[in-house]
């Protein structure tokens, strides 16, 4: 499903770049669900941007592929109609676009780009309302404009929101956790693992191995200088918890 | 033509020999004269004029000619229901039945404009306005509620299409107008007069749309009394060079003027938003909100200014806020938000920023599948929607006309 081989990257511009990813590979097969952890700086939000596009990141070695295909040559929305789907660490602000409006457009165009006929009105509200009710949204909240006054909570559950209303191939998930409460945090990890299924990957990038409690990964890789260093099951999550990040990876490299 | 009519302009260059002669053929007129003589004191402004300096119609208007390849736009503004006035380079309709409330005198003769040495192009309109087959002033006077929304559409081929029309609403009447500027003609100069009598209620609209070779000088003043509410809102796309001049004067207590506008320039188009507002009265309310986005070789204009005398301009309450995007590079946004406050118990505020649409808003919209155009188009019609909201039955009709070029 997704394949990473030897990438490397740098943020910014010109003299300014930096190398933050230094040659990392990672394979995660459909079906499974992948976890990413390390330690502040390690790379991990560039790691999700450099997969999903964003300018003033640049790819200056190795490959990534979905499914065979070579996303990293493609603009952001071609990412998306081929299934990549970033659920955002700070999910912004659109004001004055509507919720209903914005998931409306993004369905389609990506239908469009995949040459799919456009989803009808009744069948889009129909949709709508039933991952609403899942995710406990208000529907008021569908009319307001994207994340706009939304507190953490609604904004992270909004995300969870649009990715089932978009159905993408492969999830990239970016501190989901962060600035949820309890409650929130379940919400959220149902909606997350309702979506897991044989034909979809998921990335979860965290910081803490609270989330993975409710979301369980099939792997867990640990990301530091920019490279995987550590690969493991689920209990490799609760040791670095319990020896931090310095203990577990003190053995290893 | 006469040497002493020739020598009214100092160094006169083709296109005001033309506006010379044109006044020339008009009948003698005292009131003509006096407004022509304002105007041709300075001649067509330009960039060395206070206030003309982004906007430069000398520069424009070398000559008066049919433009080779005009622009004439079509209306979007809904006629059905409406009493049409239209002024073409050489003619004049208007509907024959009115309702009751609505008295309409086409009169051949100029009438006085007072403000002609503040804006020459008005005076221009004035001067210009008539001749054999249109009225030198459309006088309208309402005194009724409940009527049809009067249209005015100033369009056609032709060389230069003046028009100038007085509306009066006395005590409490409502009016709803909309004004559809189209191009077709080389030089187009209108002079609109609204005078709002006590607890009068005005809602005005004004489209302006045309091609890289129009010139377009829309001047409208406007008169408020004790209590009255005047809306405009106004959606323009620009020209060769587009200026929509209004000056507001609160002349008594507790007037209201709401002054919105969006302007959406591509290359070769220019158009500018100038307002001047003053608070000749106490306790008088102002708010202003003009939104713009430009492309590569656009250019957009604004010049706001709210002027409160020192004695009658207490308790005055007024905003003014601008903002731009500049959506490609080589897009030109020029402002200029005045506050001249002399009155010391007053709340004025003002707000101007011009910028690139948000790079996390862009990846944002694109990582969802959203193209970069759409989302470019999204982001811009959100951004200027908030300046068109006030215009009732014709919002959807402007947003429409704003999305379709966003879209191009």
Do not use: W
């Given at each position: 499903m997704l394949k990473i081989e030897n990438l490397t990257a740098t943020v910014g511009e010109a003299e300014e770049a930096k190398q933050i990813?230094?040659?990392?590979?990672?394979?995660?097969?459909a079906?499974?669900?992948?976890?990413?952890?390390?330690?502040?700086?390690?790379?991990?939000?560039?790691?999700?941007?450099?997969?999903?596009?964003r300018s003033g990141y640049e790819v200056t070695g190795g490959s990534a592929t979905l499914n065979g295909d070579d996303i990293l040559e493609m603009d952001p929305e071609e990412r998306a109609a081929k299934g990549m789907f970033l659920s955002f660490q700070y999910p912004v602000e659109i004001p004055g676009v509507p919720v209903m409006t914005f998931v409306r457009t993004a369905m389609n165009s990506q239908r469009k780009l995949r040459g799919e006929d456009e989803i009808s009105a009744p069948d889009f509200i129909k949709k709508s309302r039933e991952i609403a009710k899942q995710l406990k949204l208000d529907a008021e909240?569908?009319?307001?404009?994207?994340?706009?006054?939304?507190?953490?909570?609604?904004k992270k559950r909004l995300e969870i929101y649009q990715m089932?209303?978009?159905?993408?191939?492969?999830?990239?998930?970016?501190?989901?956790?962060?600035?949820?409460?309890?409650?929130?945090?379940?919400?959220?990890?149902?909606?997350?693992?309702?979506m897991r299924s044989p034909e979809r990957g998921m990335l979860v990038i965290t910081h803490y191995q609270r989330l993975?409690?409710?979301?369980?990964?099939?792997?867990?890789?640990?990301?530091?200088?920019?490279?995987?260093?550590?690969?493991?099951?689920?209990?490799?999550?609760?040791?670095?918890?319990?020896?931090?990040?310095?203990?577990?990876?003190?053995?290893?490299? | 033509m006469t040497t002493a009519l020739r020598d009214l302009i100092a160094n006169p260059n083709a296109a005001e020999l033309e506006l010379i002669a044109r006044y020339g053929m008009l009948p003698e007129d005292a009131r003509r004269e006096r407004a022509f003589e304002a105007f041709a004191k300075g001649g067509l402004p330009h960039r060395r004029v206070e206030g003309w300096h982004w906007t430069d119609f000398k520069a424009a208007l070398p000559v008066i000619e049919t433009p080779a390849e005009t622009g004439v736009a079509a209306d979007p503004l809904p006629t059905e229901g409406a009493l049409v006035f239209s002024f073409t380079p050489t003619g004049f309709t208007w509907p024959e039945d009115l309702p009751e409330g609505i008295r309409v005198l086409a009169k051949p003769e100029a009438q006085a404009f007072g403000a002609s040495e503040d804006m020459p192009l008005g005076a221009l309109a004035a001067a210009l306005a008539g001749g054999k087959t249109k009225p030198g002033t459309l006088m309208i006077e309402v005194t009724g509620q409940d009527l049809p929304r009067l249209h005015f559409r100033f369009s056609g081929d032709g060389e230069a299409n003046f028009a100038?029309?007085?509306?009066?609403?006395?005590?409490?009447?409502?009016?709803?107008?909309?004004?559809?500027?189209?191009?077709?003609?080389?030089?187009?100069?209108?002079?609109?007069?609204?005078?709002?009598?006590?607890?009068?209620?005005?809602?005005?609209?004004?489209?302006?749309?045309?091609?890289?070779?129009e010139v377009l000088a829309a001047t409208a003043a406007v008169q408020l009394d004790e209590g009255a509410d005047y809306r405009?809102?106004?959606?323009?796309?620009?020209?060769?060079?587009?200026?929509?001049?209004?000056?507001?004067?609160?002349?008594?207590?507790?007037?209201?003027?709401?002054?919105?506008?969006?302007?959406?320039?591509?290359?070769?188009?220019?158009?500018?938003?100038?307002?001047?507002?003053?608070?000749?009265?106490?306790?008088?309310?102002t708010r202003q909100l003009t939104k713009g986005a430009v492309l590569d070789g656009g250019r957009g204009v604004y010049q706001g200014k709210f002027f409160v005398p020192r004695n009658v301009g207490q308790k005055t309450d007024a905003d003014m806020q601008h903002n731009a995007l500049l959506l490609e590079e080589g897009a030109e946004v020029f402002a200029k938000p005045e506050l001249e406050i002399y009155a010391d118990d007053v709340e004025c505020a003002h707000g101007n920023t011009s910028g690139a649409l948000d790079a996390n808003q862009m990846f944002y919209m694109r990582q969802r599948g959203i193209a970069e155009e759409e989302a470019r188009a999204l982001l811009t019609e959100a951004f200027i929607a908030e300046a068109l909201e006030e215009t009732g039955e014709l919002e959807d009709v402007l947003r429409e006309q704003a999305r379709a070029w966003l879209a191009r």
């Open positions: 990813i230094n040659g990392l590979t990672l394979e995660v097969p079906g499974e669900v992948h976890a990413i952890m390390g330690p502040n700086g390690a790379g991990k939000s560039t790691l999700s941007y450099v997969l999903t596009g909240m569908l009319k307001r404009p994207v994340n706009v006054g939304f507190s953490g909570g609604e089932m209303m978009l159905e993408p191939r492969f999830l990239i998930l970016d501190e989901t956790d962060s600035g949820l409460d309890i409650d929130a945090l379940k919400t959220v990890a149902e909606g997350v693992n309702a993975l409690d409710y979301i369980k990964p099939d792997k867990v890789h640990v990301l530091a200088a920019g490279r995987i260093v550590k690969t493991g099951g689920p209990d490799l999550a609760h040791r670095l918890e319990a020896e931090g990040y310095d203990g577990v990876l003190g053995e290893a490299v | 100038r029309v007085q509306i009066i609403l006395r005590p409490g009447a409502k009016l709803a107008i909309s004004e559809s500027y189209l191009g077709g003609a080389g030089f187009t100069a209108s002079l609109m007069e609204y005078s709002l009598q006590a607890g009068a209620e005005f809602s005005r609209t004004v489209y302006q749309r045309a091609g890289k070779a405009q809102t106004t959606l323009a796309f620009g020209s060769k060079l587009s200026r929509l001049e209004t000056r507001v004067t609160h002349q008594e207590t507790g007037a209201k003027a709401t002054l919105n506008a969006a302007y959406l320039c591509a290359a070769g188009h220019h158009a500018d938003i100038t307002t001047e507002v003053r608070h000749g009265a106490p306790a008088c309310v």
